[in-house]
């Protein structure tokens, strides 16, 4: 069992989000198949969403799949989106257990239908827990995310329904996928790769970053404990100066 004591109750990151990163190469390390890879990163997944449930975090964001995942080979895409289906089946008890409210980001209409349908139902039925609301971002893009709220202010402004002196930060933010979640307070990159990738442009403006060397299916608890106490060790400045913050 880890000391956790280290970390710190009263200065815990609210919203973690995550890119899970490195499923291919640790498949491939092993002379396996990329799928063997995605099976095992599943494992990860459910007991990130555990311990981060565990830790008192109370939003928990995953990037799953990417608008530009729909690029890879056919039947890995077929292969994820199976994953995602058994994986929800699978999941639901843990939900439940742990009092964990399922949410989903992204363009959730361009999913095959029973990924979306086994979606739908996971996340109605767990709608009233009051626990820890877990976010999976699923054929998400930031960029599609901004496009699609810009088009959307566009059409209240054309039907005087907002004039554009209207338009500020948190009109913004009303119009993005997260627009009931708070901005991201840590963001994790997993396997070694130092890039966002399209994720949550917006939300990580003022997130700190933590990259970590170690693919996707070898993120344990100990990683996670590890970017918790990183995370505070950090001053958030804000823009202002430390003299200012004490
Ligand atoms: C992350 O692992 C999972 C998804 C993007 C769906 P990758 O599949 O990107 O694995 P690498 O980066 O190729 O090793
Ligand atoms: C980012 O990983 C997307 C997810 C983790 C779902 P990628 O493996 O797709 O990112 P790039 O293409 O290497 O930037
Ligand atoms: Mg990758």
Same mark, same amino acid.
């Given at each position: 069992?880890?000391?956790?004591?280290?970390?710190?109750?009263?200065?815990?990151?609210?919203?973690?989000?995550?890119?899970?990163?490195?499923?291919?190469?640790?498949?491939?390390?092993?002379?396996?198949?990329?799928?063997?890879?995605?099976?095992?990163?599943?494992?990860?997944?459910?007991?990130?969403?555990?311990?981060?449930?565990?830790?008192?975090?109370?939003?928990?964001?995953?990037?799953?799949?990417?608008?530009?995942?729909?690029? #890879?080979?056919?039947? %890995?895409?077929?292969?994820?989106?199976? @994953? *995602?289906?058994?994986?929800?089946?699978? $999941? &639901?008890?843990?939900?439940?257990?742990?009092?964990?409210?399922?949410?989903?980001?992204?363009?959730?209409?361009?999913?095959?239908?029973?990924?979306?349908?086994?979606?739908?139902?996971?996340?109605?039925?767990?709608?009233?827990?009051?626990?820890?609301?877990?976010?999976?971002?699923?054929?998400?893009?930031?960029?599609?995310?901004?496009?699609?709220?810009?088009?959307?202010?566009?059409?209240?402004?054309?039907?005087?329904?907002?004039?554009?002196?209207?338009?500020?930060?948190?009109?913004?933010?009303?119009?993005?996928?997260?627009?009931?979640?708070?901005?991201?307070?840590?963001?994790? #990159?997993?396997?070694? %790769?130092?890039?966002?990738?399209?994720? @949550? *442009?917006?939300?990580?403006?003022?997130? $700190? &970053?933590?990259?970590?060397?170690?693919?996707?299916?070898?993120?344990?608890?100990?990683?996670?404990?590890?970017?918790?106490?990183?995370?505070?060790?950090?001053?958030?400045?804000?823009?202002?100066?430390?003299?200012?913050?004490?």
């Amino acid at each position: 069992m880890l000391d956790l004591t280290q970390i710190n109750q009263n200065n815990l990151p609210k919203h973690i989000a995550v890119i899970m990163d490195g499923n291919g190469r640790w498949a491939k390390e092993r002379g396996k198949l990329r799928v063997f890879g995605h099976e095992n990163g599943v494992k990860a997944v459910r007991k990130t969403v555990e311990n981060c449930a565990r830790l008192n975090i109370k939003y928990l964001t995953l990037y799953a799949f990417s608008t530009e995942n729909w690029k #890879r080979p056919q039947i %890995e895409v077929q292969t994820l989106m199976r @994953l *995602l289906v058994s994986s929800l089946r699978k $999941e &639901l008890k843990t939900l439940e257990k742990n009092n964990i409210r399922l949410n989903a980001i992204g363009n959730l209409d361009a999913l095959p239908s029973k990924a979306a349908k086994e979606l739908k139902e996971v996340i109605e039925k767990t709608a009233t827990n009051k626990g820890m609301v877990l976010t999976l971002a699923l054929s998400y893009g930031s960029r599609n995310e901004l496009v699609s709220a810009v088009k959307n202010l566009a059409i209240k402004v054309k039907n005087n329904l907002i004039s554009p002196t209207d338009i500020d930060d948190n009109l913004i933010n009303e119009h993005l996928y997260t627009h009931d979640m708070p901005d991201v307070d840590l963001l994790i #990159r997993t396997s070694g %790769e130092h890039r966002i990738s399209n994720f @949550l *442009l917006w939300q990580i403006a003022y997130a $700190e &970053l933590y990259f970590i060397d170690v693919f996707w299916p070898d993120f344990s608890e100990k990683h996670l404990v590890e970017a918790i106490i990183s995370y505070q060790k950090r001053e958030r400045r804000f823009g202002k100066t430390s003299e200012q913050l004490s």
